[in-house]
């Protein structure tokens, strides 16, 4: 039975402890320690069983937005069993974590610099020394793509940088971003694992894709490629992009769909016997425990979709209208309802305003729902970033958009203008929680009172 509204905290209220519930429960230090049963000198994975007094040396690598929170959690696991390591992490994503022999590199996101080519260097020196009687551990998170590079020959720092420019301007899904990165990287792809040579491979990775396709997710470095040169032209052609990209990515791309250059390693590739790749927590972990609080706090709660993914604004008109379904006829869930999505959609930039995907959901949203007291909209990333800026997301109710136009705002303009967040800085309506130290796609909650 659920609760009166006068037991409930605010919708407002309730929204932000919602995915302050979904945030907890991706923690990355409580998905390392599922992960890693160590019982003496035995390191349990899964089914499978790493004798640590047999290894010579326990190597631990990492790039990501969470990789920093998991190599504390992997120090505080295996201890003196760490022979050295290297860890590339998105800046401001590592105060106030400390590790001992696992070095931290900040470098930048989702736009590569050099701090990130620098680090992914000392990483390849790590692997370049492995021999069959170690193992390497590889802290694999979401951001990942941008903080572990090495360029295919002939492709310059810049190169990439206007590679993935472009591709964020065009609304490229993650999937399409990815083909076109591993195909321009000697990293990518299954590659990583490649340069492992002898060593035994452990992967352990904090998803951030939408239904955890391993050779997705940091463009997976570590796993079988399902992608092509031939798929990578495709994108290009696709998205009109041939004109866009430096010209240097084109041609190899295109040598490569020619056969002039051996394809990224596939499935049944003898590499990886010695690879164990292990998803350690994803979306839907985040999502149940946003379901599992909404309830607690007494309303009648309902998990969409974990699979949300298209542009923002068309996705935020379709919780407009489930608001007003709700609203006007109890259907598909009772009033006081709360609706939990995750996934992770996309913008086309039309403007030049400040913002990111989980903003724009809240200011689409908050036109939708104009007038509508009863309802809130809230949209985060659970990264606790979102696009270039420094909130999360944002949270938007029936009255935000009457709220800014006694401020002199126009909410439909700076939707125009890709411009939400100087939209919801002075309403105070950002989602500000700083670096999270976890990243699992983005949650979305709406509430009907």
């Given at each position: 039975?659920?609760?009166?509204?006068?037991?409930?905290p605010?919708?407002?209220?309730?929204?932000?402890?919602?995915?302050?519930?979904?945030?907890?429960?991706?923690?990355?230090r409580?998905?390392?320690r599922?992960?890693?049963?160590?019982?003496?000198?035995?390191?349990r994975?899964?089914?499978?069983?790493?004798?640590?007094?047999?290894?010579?040396?326990?190597?631990?690598i990492?790039?990501?937005?969470?990789?920093?929170?998991?190599?504390?959690?992997a120090e505080?696991?295996?201890?003196?069993?760490?022979?050295?390591?290297?860890?590339?992490?998105?800046?401001?994503?590592t105060?106030?974590?400390?590790?001992?022999?696992?070095?931290?590199?900040?470098?930048?996101?989702?736009?590569?610099?050099?701090?990130?080519?620098?680090?992914?260097?000392?990483i390849?020196?790590?692997?370049?020394?492995?021999t069959?009687?170690?193992?390497?551990?590889?802290?694999?998170?979401?951001?990942?793509?941008?903080?572990?590079?090495?360029?295919?020959?002939?492709?310059?720092?810049?190169?990439?940088?206007?590679?993935?420019?472009?591709?964020?301007?065009?609304?490229?899904?993650?999937?399409?971003?990815?083909?076109?990165?591993k195909?321009?990287?000697?990293?990518?792809g299954?590659?990583?694992?490649r340069?492992?040579?002898?060593?035994?491979l452990?992967?352990?990775?904090?998803?951030?894709?939408?239904g955890?396709?391993?050779?997705?997710?940091a463009?997976?470095?570590?796993?079988?490629?399902?992608?092509?040169?031939?798929d990578a032209?495709?994108?290009?052609?696709?998205?009109?992009?041939?004109g866009?990209?430096?010209?240097?990515?084109?041609?190899?791309?295109?040598?490569?769909?020619?056969?002039?250059?051996?394809?990224?390693?596939?499935?049944?590739?003898?590499?990886?016997?010695?690879?164990?790749?292990?998803?350690?927590?994803?979306?839907?972990?985040?999502?149940?425990?946003?379901?599992e609080?909404?309830?607690?706090?007494?309303?009648n709660?309902?998990l969409?979709?974990?699979?949300?993914?298209g542009?923002?604004r068309?996705?935020?008109?379709?919780?407009?209208?489930?608001?007003r379904?709700?609203?006007?006829?109890?259907r598909?869930?009772?009033?006081?309802t709360?609706?939990?999505?995750?996934g992770?959609?996309?913008?086309?930039?039309?403007g030049?305003?400040?913002?990111?995907?989980?903003?724009?959901i809240a200011?689409?949203?908050?036109?939708?729902?104009?007038?509508?007291?009863?309802?809130?909209?809230?949209?985060?990333?659970t990264?606790g970033?979102?696009?270039?800026?420094?909130?999360?997301?944002?949270?938007?109710d029936?009255?935000?958009?009457?709220?800014?136009?006694?401020?002199?705002?126009?909410a439909?303009?700076?939707?125009?203008?890709?411009?939400?967040?100087n939209?919801?800085q002075?309403?105070?309506?950002?989602?500000?929680?700083?670096?999270?130290?976890?990243?699992?796609?983005?949650?979305?909650?709406?509430?009907?009172?």
């Open positions: 039975m659920s609760a009166s509204p006068g037991d409930m605010s919708p407002r209220e309730s929204a932000r402890a919602i995915f302050r519930a979904a945030l907890a429960a991706a923690d990355p409580r998905a390392m599922r992960a890693l049963q160590r019982d003496g000198d035995q390191l994975v899964q089914d499978r069983v790493y004798d640590l007094a047999r290894l010579r040396n326990v190597f631990v990492g790039f990501g937005k969470a990789s920093a929170t998991m190599a504390q959690a505080e696991i295996l201890g003196d069993r760490i022979t050295r390591g290297w860890v590339n992490v998105k800046y401001a994503h105060a106030p974590l400390a590790t001992g022999k696992i070095h931290l590199r900040e470098a930048a996101h989702p736009l590569l610099d050099q701090n990130a080519l620098d680090g992914t260097q000392k390849l020196e790590i692997l370049d020394g492995a069959e009687n170690d193992l390497v551990i590889a802290l694999v998170s979401g951001g990942g793509s941008a903080l572990l590079e090495l360029p295919s020959a002939g492709v310059s720092l810049d190169d990439l940088r206007a590679l993935t420019d472009a591709l964020l301007r065009c609304g490229a899904t993650i999937n399409e971003i990815n083909t076109l990165r195909h321009s990287s000697q990293v990518k299954g590659q990583l694992a340069r492992a040579r002898q060593a035994q452990l992967a352990l990775i904090l998803s951030d894709v939408i955890s396709p391993l050779d997705t997710i463009s997976g470095p570590t796993a079988p490629d399902a992608t092509t040169f031939a032209l495709n994108v290009i052609e696709r998205r009109g992009l041939r866009e990209i430096p010209a240097s990515i084109v041609a190899h791309i295109a040598r490569g769909a020619r056969g002039e250059i051996p394809d990224t390693p596939k499935t049944g590739d003898p590499i990886f016997a010695r690879v164990q790749n292990v998803i350690i927590a994803d979306l839907t972990i985040a999502c149940d425990a946003a379901v609080t909404a309830r607690q706090l007494g309303y709660t309902r969409l979709s974990s699979f949300i993914q542009e923002a068309e996705f935020a008109k379709f919780l407009g209208a489930i608001a379904e709700i609203d006007a006829s109890n598909p869930v009772a009033k006081l709360c609706i939990v999505c995750g992770e959609t996309t913008v086309t930039l039309r030049k305003g400040k913002g990111g995907r989980n903003q724009e200011l689409a949203a908050a036109i939708e729902i104009a007038g509508m007291p009863n309802v809130v909209v809230l949209s985060g990333g990264d970033t979102d696009g270039p800026t420094d909130a999360a997301g944002a949270i938007a029936g009255e935000t958009v009457a709220r800014a136009s006694a401020m002199g705002m126009d439909r303009a700076y939707l125009a203008n890709n411009d939400a967040y939209f919801f002075p309403m105070g309506d950002l989602l500000l929680t700083g670096p999270t130290g976890t990243n699992v796609n983005d949650v979305m909650v709406m509430i009907v009172g």
